[in-house]
């Protein structure tokens, strides 16, 4: 099971940390994405890291904007988003995948958390 937490209101430039949390013992053997789904519009790819962490993965919408992270002591994955722009309000959520080359395709992921809400005002 998958837990997201850490959405909220924020205003336009500042930050929100993420995180999702992971039930199992085997959470470090997955990778690990974000995806987020605004009003009316598709589940799409935000950024995803591999089991161990040694690579990650952005869409060009959040390069150098969001970092994704984990901790497989705690379980937990991280989304860490800075410089929030009002296009980025949405549901944000967490999935696992067994493997890394299927990271941005949605469709791959076998666990989602229920998802956390951004709201960036402008």
């Known amino acids: 099971q998958l837990q997201a937490s850490g959405g909220g209101l924020v205003q336009a430039g500042g930050s929100l940390r993420l995180s999702c949390a992971a039930s199992?013992?085997?959470?470090?053997?997955?990778?690990m994405g974000w995806f987020r789904q605004g009003p009316g519009k598709e589940r799409k790819f935000v950024a995803a890291?591999?089991?161990?962490?040694?690579?990650?993965l952005y869409a060009d919408f959040v390069k150098g904007r969001f970092t994704i992270s984990r901790d497989d002591v705690k379980n937990t994955v991280y989304l860490l988003m800075d410089s929030l722009k009002p296009e980025d309000t949405a549901v944000y959520y967490c999935?696992?995948?067994?493997?890394?080359?299927?990271?941005?395709?949605?469709?791959?992921?076998?666990?989602w958390g229920q998802g956390t809400q951004v709201t960036v005002s402008s």
């Open positions: 199992g013992r085997t959470f470090s053997s997955y990778t």
């Open positions: 890291i591999s089991d161990g962490g040694e690579l990650t």
């Open positions: 999935g696992a995948l067994l493997a890394w080359r299927y990271a941005r395709i949605r469709d791959k992921y076998h666990y």
